[in-house]
């Protein structure tokens, strides 16, 4: 049994905050991962970082970093586990090995998370485990922020969680799961959270495929934002 080392709770009235924790964390600190393991997440996330859907925001309660990776974890001695980035690495460009964690378990009903490594997880784990434990053919889970995206979500035709659901709550993944429940939903690849102003994930059997997917969707929503402002009155 690992440490607790931070706990959760959601006060409704605080303002929207990437990164800060909001399920109870049961932590045990650990190795890193050799690099060569973590090489496909690194590079994607590296990709990801320069098209500014992971990153860092200033904002007045300080900088805020947004965005995170994961890749389930195939281990035999590990099924059921996923690698995740780690809490607050969103505003480096290129992370390290001791910039991951691996979630062992968790447990929705309790809005916890257990897991080990050199740095504690991500505070969107528990989203990302409600993709691992519901779709079997699901490797790679990619969170990113997308102010095109997120505000063009109905004309795109992408499926959305509740607006009145906040981030990194077993309300968020609830709605997740209701969603993945819809053939129609699923088969999009790419989920909107509307209680989460810009964020989007995608989600697919690879990284090639879930990173494609938020690129294309990227390049539809630039080019829906572009006519609309085309067809502004000038003045």
């Not at 974890?73 to 690495?89: H, K, N, S, V, W």
């Not at 077993?170 to 810009?198: C, Y």
Request: glycine share 10%.
């Amino acid at each position: 049994m690992g440490v607790l080392e931070k706990g959760g709770g959601n006060d409704p009235l605080a303002p929207e905050r990437e990164g800060v924790t909001k399920f109870t964390l049961y932590y045990t600190r650990g190795a890193p991962l050799m690099a060569a393991r973590l090489a496909t997440l690194q590079a994607w996330r590296r990709i990801l970082f320069d098209l500014g859907l992971i990153g860092q925001e200033l904002t007045a309660a300080g900088p805020i970093g947004f965005g995170n990776v994961s890749e389930r974890f195939d281990a035999q001695e590990r099924r059921g586990c996923f690698l995740i980035t780690a809490t607050q690495t969103g505003h480096k460009p290129t992370l390290t090995p001791k910039d991951y964690s691996l979630v062992t378990g968790w447990d929705l009903a309790a809005n916890r998370i257990d897991a080990e490594g050199p740095a504690p997880p991500s505070s969107e784990s528990l989203t990302h485990a409600i993709f691992y434990a519901l779709l079997a053919d699901v490797r790679y889970v990619f969170h990113g922020h997308s102010p095109e995206i997120w505000s063009h979500a109905d004309a795109l035709g992408l499926p959305s969680t509740d607006r009145r659901v906040p981030y990194g709550t077993p309300e968020m993944a609830r709605e997740v799961q209701t969603l993945l429940a819809l053939p129609d939903s699923r088969a999009t690849g790419l989920l909107v959270m509307g209680g989460h102003e810009n964020g989007v994930i995608s989600y697919a059997a690879t990284a090639d495929a879930a990173g494609d997917m938020l690129i294309q969707t990227l390049t539809r929503a630039r080019g829906l934002a572009s006519k609309m402002k085309d067809k502004r009155p000038s003045g």
